[in-house]
Structure formats: structure tokens, C-alpha cells
């Protein structure tokens, strides 16, 4: 084991990582080795080095190698399919459409489902500079190699990322430039309702709820290429146009005679993921997802989705649970989210919620949240099993905040209900709550707005919200297709800004934090949403002009927009005006199966301020869509616990042993940072059903405890987790159990129990040592940097290296840290033992030692060696070779090195 109380004599040199293929010959000779090292990188991404990696700010989101990832060989495949959620891949990976399509089409035993997600500005950058195509996360194979590319399309602003990662992919953007060899462009998603804007960059869009149909899609693909000889494009895209929910823009062209195509909808929600696809990094929603229901039934007019994924459909509690469990068992995730449009309407709430916790929260603090919650179906039940584990902040929407115009978006909730829904969310402890309105709803005036401010007000002043961090979010009305207000006005630009000046001049004195959406964002928005073909070419030209990434305000260019808009002659307001009912909307050859009349009744209705009952209450609203024998609709509630084993909890709580493990982080995980690695170990451990300990207050937390960050790019085979357990496992039956669930290039080597009482491994680590590898063209640089008159013959480089660390000492006081100040003395003094190894090639490495005084931890390595020569991170290779550690309150020999010694 690399662990050991001083570093004596030579430096124990061991293989830098599994991935690479390494040789030692070691000969001593005036007390030097002299090693033969060949290394050779495993290529992460095709055609970039680790210089190019180390240029990104999250290299591991290209990488792939997740938890769960499917690759198949190539020979056994008929069909190749990319899946894209065009955003980046923290967005992308935490969208459920993507799991559940990866899930069934990898069930396929000829197809192979893979991902591709829109790389940020950095890796765009280096992808164009170097002409290098983007490529899948699993075979790191080119998009136009493929035979489908699927986009799941779920909020307008992700256009101009379809058609830069088309361009990345080396696929022409026009379907009509494309040929035969090309992949079948294929979009879904919610955007897709109103395609118009898309179509010339699409070769076909499905329509409805893809899971029930594009297996069968995919299966009569593959037999349609195999049946064919000299197939043409053309003959392609005919054959998909006799798909069932399939829309071909090239053959449906507008007009009177386009035939409508009727939304697909499964009879039967498709099966959760089993196993799902876990990142390596961070990501927006970074949790096991389980869709407990979808549709709904309150009918609230604003809301696309509620209309879009009619009839409501519940999954059984027993499916709910059961897949719950093997999911975690599979991807060891620390918090279940229970989705659909609002969660708190299954009528099995209450039984799925205290079940899940009585099974995850006694030994494994997993908590469980429900992101969709409607204010009038929260019970102080519900809450207190929500709260069993952790309270994060808790969202109510209200949408509006006077009564009329709730009643005229048919938000059938009162400021009464509202403001008792706050009292007993703080009430069982919630610290947070995040109100979530909108503003330009139809018929909207300034008391609306004045309303939002005053039950505001009200909730700051309520006793239980004392204290207590409260937000007011609020976005613009878009009206959206297919549903009632499709024929309503949005507010203009200028309009916009006026209404969020008003409320946040009334919020200002509440102490209240105050939020908006991004206006000119919003206008890009309601374009898409409701425009025509026309604003295709408007999206090419502000897509030629540099326009990413612009759901992110950050990257939104309204600029390029605005000059886009001009150049192709586009008023903003003729597309954001009301439109006439008599009229024929773009979007009129989607049959979703609601009947046009019902939405137009509501429509109607909502300009009366008068509210539609939810389907809840078996009042049938008639919208068309719903055939009672095909979806039943479950609307009596139930509190009952299923008939399921009951969980038992461990005991004792307290902690018994204390496990330390040394292992190995090489290869693609080098390339992510410390955290994302605690939380890939972290959810390894609770795989492994370990009987860690927690600790006790407001948010429990696994008793696990790790060494000092190791810099991004820096493989290491002296990296230490301490684990607090609640009875003895020995370390021969945890090293090989954890193995089996880690990632290969996360490995432990060894392990050993300490005393509890033990300082942690931060407060004990005195030195860690690091090797770097250099290529046969920086030898000589490396070696006559600090000592010009050396003669690189492989005998006096123990002479030398005092020489290079007094060089080293003056060099380094010169470097500005983060601060702006040079480093200070006691930083100048943690360098020591400095050895260079050279072959007979003259190949060099450097093996030098960190020493830490105190708890001062600023030098790190890639500052040493930039300083002794020069070059930046990316341009050579280093591991971490050892770690010393003080040995107080060690129970056994410190001293020890791994079997791969030099």
C-alpha cells in the first residue's frame, strides 16, 4: 500500500493506470533507477489528446462509460440508432424520454441505441478548429454513420442545437441535400405538435407517445432495407410516410390536401427503466426518476401537457415499488422523484409514498420528492412522509394571483388554499418555498399583477413563514398549440418588461427574492410556438450567425435574433397577435384526438372567467380524447398499504468499525473532478448495500469521508475513503464486492480497519508523490531548464536534484496564485525530493513529493510542473504514486506499497 509515515531512500514508483500498458526495468547504479516506461492513452475521443480535453470545462460529458451504458458489436447489429436530447448533457441526462426510449430499444437484440447530446461553446470550438465530427458517447462513432437520429424535442429554444449538432454530425441540414446514406432524421417530442418551422431540416416527426410505437417502427425499418435493392431516399422517406403517427414534411406538403395525422398513444405506459443510465458528472436532475402516472385531468388551459399526454393512465402501486427497488439496486441514487404532471393526484399516493420510505429511508436516507404538487391535494400525511428523510425547498404554483384570473386558466385553487398549503409545508419543517406565477395570461390587468404581490404579502407575514427564505418566480404566458388559448395574444417585448418592473417595484419591500424569465427569450419562444414555415429560414440565418444554446441566458443572443427577423422581413407581432378563431392555424393537420370544438368552448369559456370541473370528479369535460373502456380513470383516493414485505430496520445506529480502502481513479474517470467521484463511489456503496452509518440532525448524512481533491486529469493510484459502519464487515469481503459495482477505472487495491477515533484522512496526509511522464522531444528542456551545464548521462541525476529544487524554490515565488500574490514561504518550502529517471532513449520522467504543513494546501502539482518546465497540463502524463500519512492511531503498518513496486 502507497501509504507510509516518511519517504525514505528511493520513491516507489508504480503502474500509472489499467489503461495504460507499462514495462519497468529497473538497474541500480549510483543509487539511481532507471526505468523503461512506455505509456500509451487510451483515445477518449477520436482525434483529441489530453491537451484538447484539459481546454474543457467538463471533458467527462464527452466521454461516455456510464453506469449502465449499452455497447454491442457492430457485427451483430441490423439497425443504429442515436438518440439526441438537443441541449447539454446535464440537461439531456436527466431527461426521462431518453432513458425510456434508450431502455427499449436496446432490448432489441439487433439494434444499438445510443446518445449524442449539444456540445458547449468550448467543445464546438476545438471540434471545428481540429474538423472533427461529433460522435456518439458509446462507439464514439460519427452521426452520419448511423441509421436514425432521433431528437427528442421538448421546449422551442433548443432549435438552433438540432441543427448544430446535425452540422457537428456532418449531416447535411436540408432533408432535401441528404441521400441515401444518410441517417433518417426522425423528431418527437412536445415541439413537435407544431413542426412547421422544422420541417425543412426534419426527414420525418412522430406524433404521439413514441414508446408505444417505435420498436415496431424500428423492426419494420430494418425488414423495409432488407427487402429492397438500389433503395433511394425517396423510396425511404414514402415508406415512412405510411408509418402510423409519422409525419414526412418532404410528401405532407401544406395545403388543403395534407392528410391529417393522428397523435399514437400507448394503451399501456411503457416499462421504467430497470437500470438506468447514470452520469459521471452533475446533472440538473441527478436522481432515480420513476413516472408514476401521465396526463391529467384538471384541465388547467395554459398547460400543453396536460392536453398533449391525455388520458390520464397510473401505473399499479406493486409496478411503482417494485421497479423502485431494482432501479435503486441498480444506479444507487440518494433520492427517488415520483413524476407527472402532478404526482399528488395518483390515487395511490399516499400507500407509494410511505412504502418507498419505510424501504429506503431506515438504512439508506434515500429521499423521496414530488416536483408536481397541486396545493389542493397536499395532505399533512403526505407531507410528514415526505420529510422523513429531507427537506429541500418546496415549489407551489398559483400561476395567478387574483381569483378571476385564476378562474379564467381554470386553476381551481383559492388564496385560502394556498396560503394553508404554506402553513403546513413550513409547518413540517421546510426552510423554502418557491412560488411559481406567470404574467400576460388573457385578460390580464395591472390588479393582477398588484394580486401576485399580495398573497405574496400575506404568505411573508404567516407565523409558520418566519424566518423562512421565500421565492416569487415568474415567467411570460406563451401560448402554446392545442390547447384553449392557441388563439390567444402574447404580451409584447415591451410589454413584458413593463409588467416585471411593476412587480418587482411591489416586491421590493417584502424581503422576498424575486425572479423572472429572460423577455426577450420568451418573444424567441412564442415565435417558434406559434410560427409557420416561414421561420425556418429565420432560424437557419440566426443559426449561421452563431445562435446556441439559447434556452440558457447566458449564451441567448437576441441580437442575432432580432437581425435574423429583420433580414428574412418577420414583425414579431404578427406571429404574437390573437388569432381568430375562423381561422386556419399551422398546426391544424395534427389530430391530437381533443376535439377542436371542446378547446374552443373552453377558450370561451376562459374570457367568462368560468371554470370547467376536473375529470376527477367523474364529470366528464367531453374533450374526445378519452375511450373508457381502452383508459379507465381511477378517481377514489386510497390510503391503504399494499401487501408487501415490511422492511426491516438495522440496528445499531451508532457506528462499530471504520474501514479505510485505497484505490485507483485512471483513464476516462481521470477527466472528472472530485466530487462527481465521491458521488460515483457514494452510489456504489449504497449498491452494495453497506451498513454505513449517519450522522443525526436535519439532513443526515452517510458517515464517508475522503482524502484531499485530486486535480482534474491527474490519474492516481494513492486515493483513500474512510467508511463508518454500523457492524463489522471484513475488508476480504467488501474490496471484491465493491469491485463488482465500480466502474474499471475506479478500482479499490487495498483496505484495512482503523480505530474509530482516527484523525481523517485530510488531517493525516503529510505528502503525496506524483510521477510525470514526459515525450522523447521535452527531455532535454526538462533536464538543462534550472541546470544548463548538466549533462543528461543517466549518473548524476541524484547530484542534480537539490540543484533543480533551489531553482524550482526561486522559479515559483515568481507565480501569482488566485489572489494575485506570489506563493508564500511556507508554500515555497513543501517541494522536496525531486528524482529524475531517464531510458536509454532518453525518455525522462520526474517523480517529486508534496510536503504538507499544517492545513495549508495550495501547491499543486501542475503548478510544480509548469514551473520546473514549462508546459501546460495536458502535455504530458501524471499520477499520483503515493500518499504519506502521519501513523497515529494506526492498528496496522503504515509503510506498506502496492505489488507493482519500482
Not at 551545464?789 to 533543480?804: A, E, K, L, V
Request: net charge neutral; charged share 20%; glycine share 4%.
Amino acid at each position: 500500500m502507497c501509504c507510509y509515515s516518511k519517504l525514505e531512500g528511493f520513491l516507489r514508483v508504480i503502474d500509472l493506470c489499467c489503461r495504460h500498458a507499462i514495462c519497468f526495468e529497473a538497474d541500480k547504479t549510483n543509487d539511481v533507477f532507471i526505468k523503461k516506461v512506455s505509456i500509451v492513452h487510451s483515445n477518449l475521443y477520436p482525434g483529441l489528446n489530453d491537451h484538447d480535453l484539459f481546454q474543457l470545462a467538463k471533458p467527462a460529458q464527452y466521454l461516455g462509460g456510464e453506469l449502465n451504458s449499452i455497447l454491442k458489436p457492430i457485427r451483430d447489429l441490423d439497425y443504429r440508432i442515436c438518440l439526441s436530447f438537443p441541449d447539454l448533457y446535464e440537461i439531456g441526462m436527466s431527461n426521462q424520454a431518453i432513458q425510456i426510449l434508450y431502455q427499449m430499444l436496446n432490448a432489441i437484440p439487433s439494434v444499438q441505441a445510443e446518445r449524442v447530446f449539444m456540445p458547449a461553446a468550448d467543445m464546438e470550438a476545438i471540434l471545428r478548429t481540429r474538423q472533427l465530427p461529433l460522435v456518439s458517447l458509446e462507439s464514439k462513432t460519427p452521426l452520419n454513420q448511423f441509421d436514425m437520429l432521433g431528437f427528442s424535442l421538448a421546449y422551442e429554444l433548443c432549435a438552433s442545437n438540432v441543427l448544430a449538432i446535425l452540422d457537428l454530425g456532418a449531416i447535411p441540414l436540408l432533408s432535401n441535400e441528404r441521400g441515401i446514406k444518410h441517417p433518417v432524421i426522425l423528431g418527437g417530442g412536445t415541439v413537435a405538435y407544431n413542426p412547421s418551422y422544422l420541417a425543412p431540416f426534419f426527414d420525418a416527426f412522430f406524433i404521439g407517445e413514441a414508446e408505444g410505437a417505435l420498436s415496431e417502427i424500428v423492426k419494420q425499418l430494418i425488414s423495409f432495407k432488407k427487402n429492397s435493392t438500389n433503395l433511394t431516399r425517396q423510396q425511404l422517406l414514402d415508406y415512412l410516410s405510411t408509418l402510423p403517427g409519422l409525419y414526412v414534411p418532404s410528401i405532407d406538403c401544406p395545403g388543403a390536401s395534407r392528410k391529417p395525422i393522428q397523435r399514437q398513444i400507448a394503451k399501456e405506459l411503457p416499462p421504467l427503466p430497470s437500470a438506468p443510465l447514470v452520469p459521471n458528472i452533475n446533472t440538473v436532475h441527478n436522481r432515480l426518476s420513476l413516472e408514476i402516472m401521465r396526463g391529467c385531468l384538471r384541465a388547467c388551459r395554459f398547460c400543453q401537457a396536460g392536453f398533449l399526454y391525455r388520458p390520464l393512465r397510473e401505473r399499479p402501486i406493486e409496478q411503482v415499488l417494485t421497479t423502485a427497488k431494482t432501479a435503486y439496486q441498480n444506479s444507487g441514487f440518494d433520492e427517488i422523484s415520483l413524476l407527472s404532471l402532478s404526482s399528488s393526484d395518483h390515487s395511490q399516493i399516499i400507500p407509494i409514498i410511505s412504502t418507498l420510505m419505510d424501504e429506503f429511508s431506515a438504512d439508506n436516507m434515500v429521499s423521496v420528492a414530488l416536483p408536481s404538487t397541486r396545493v389542493d391535494a397536499l395532505s399533512t400525511d403526505m407531507l410528514k412522509q415526505i420529510a422523513r428523510v429531507k427537506r429541500s425547498a418546496f415549489t407551489i404554483a398559483p400561476e395567478a394571483g387574483s381569483q378571476r384570473l385564476r378562474n379564467v386558466i381554470n386553476k381551481q385553487i383559492s388564496d385560502e388554499q394556498i396560503l394553508e398549503a404554506v402553513s403546513t409545508v413550513l409547518g413540517n419543517g421546510w426552510k423554502a418555498i418557491k412560488l411559481y406565477f406567470m404574467i400576460g395570461l388573457p385578460t390580464e390587468t395591472d390588479d393582477d399583477i398588484v394580486a401576485i404581490a399580495s398573497l405574496a404579502r400575506q404568505i411573508r407575514f404567516l407565523p409558520a413563514a418566519k424566518g423562512k427564505n421565500i421565492t416569487v418566480s415568474v415567467s411570460t404566458f406563451v401560448p402554446k398549440p392545442h390547447t384553449p388559448f392557441q388563439w390567444a395574444e402574447q404580451i409584447s417585448l415591451t410589454e413584458t418588461i413593463r409588467r416585471q418592473s411593476l412587480l418587482k417595484d411591489l416586491l421590493r419591500p417584502l424581503r422576498i427574492k424575486y425572479r423572472f424569465h429572460d423577455p426577450l427569450s420568451s418573444m424567441i419562444e412564442g415565435l417558434f410556438s406559434r410560427g409557420n414555415q416561414r421561420l425556418a429560414n429565420v432560424l437557419l440565418r440566426a443559426y449561421r450567425l452563431g445562435a446556441r444554446l439559447d434556452a440558457w441566458p447566458e449564451h441567448f443572443q437576441v441580437d442575432l435574433w432580432n437581425k435574423s427577423l429583420d433580414e428574412e422581413g418577420i414583425d414579431p407581432s404578427t406571429y404574437l397577435s390573437a388569432r381568430a378563431v375562423e381561422h386556419a392555424l399551422p398546426w391544424d393537420f395534427i389530430d391530437t384526438r381533443i376535439s377542436p370544438a371542446f378547446l374552443l368552448e373552453e377558450y370561451e369559456k376562459s374570457l367568462q372567467a368560468a371554470s370547467t370541473s376536473s375529470c376527477l370528479n367523474d364529470a366528464c369535460s367531453n374533450c374526445g380524447v378519452c375511450n373508457r373502456e381502452l383508459f379507465k380513470i381511477t378517481s377514489k383516493k386510497s390510503t391503504a398499504l399494499p401487501d408487501m414485505p415490511k422492511h426491516q430496520k438495522r440496528s445499531p445506529i451508532a457506528p462499530v468499525c471504520r474501514i479505510r480502502l485505497q484505490y485507483q481513479k485512471s483513464g476516462v474517470l481521470r477527466m472528472i473532478g472530485h466530487l462527481e467521484t465521491v458521488g460515483i463511489m457514494n452510489r456504489a456503496i449504497r449498491r452494495a448495500s453497506l451498513p454505513v452509518a449517519y450522522s443525526n440532525g436535519f439532513h443526515p448524512q452517510a458517515r464517508i469521508s475522503y482524502g484531499w481533491p485530486l486535480p482534474l486529469g491527474v490519474e492516481s493510484k494513492a486515493e483513500f475513503v474512510d467508511l463508518w459502519l454500523t457492524y463489522p464487515v471484513s475488508e476480504y469481503d467488501l474490496i471484491p464486492l465493491l469491485n463488482g459495482l465500480l466502474p474499471p477505472d475506479l478500482k479499490i487495491i487495498d483496505g484495512y480497519q482503523i480505530d474509530l477515533r482516527t484523525k481523517s484522512i485530510q488531517e493525516q496526509t503529510l505528502e503525496q508523490s506524483f510521477c510525470v511522464k514526459f515525450s522523447n522531444n521535452l527531455s532535454d528542456s526538462i533536464i538543462t531548464r534550472f541546470v544548463p551545464d548538466f549533462s543528461c548521462n543517466g549518473s548524476n541525476f541524484t547530484d542534480c536534484s537539490q540543484q533543480i529544487i533551489n531553482a524550482f524554490v526561486v522559479e515559483l515565488g515568481k507565480v501569482e496564485v488566485q489572489d494575485g500574490k506570489p506563493y508564500s514561504s511556507d508554500t515555497l518550502s513543501t517541494l522536496s525530493k525531486i528524482q529524475l529517471l531517464s531510458n536509454e532513449t532518453s525518455e525522462v520522467s520526474m517523480v517529486f513529493t508534496i510536503v504538507y504543513s499544517g492545513s495549508y494546501r495550495s501547491l499543486k502539482p501542475f503548478t510544480v510542473v509548469k514551473v520546473l518546465t514549462g508546459l501546460n497540463p495536458g502535455m504530458y502524463s501524471i499520477c499520483k504514486i503515493a500518499a504519506g500519512f502521519s501513523n497515529e492511531d494506526f492498528s496496522r503498518d503504515s509503510s506498506r506499497t502496492t505489488d507493482n513496486d519500482c
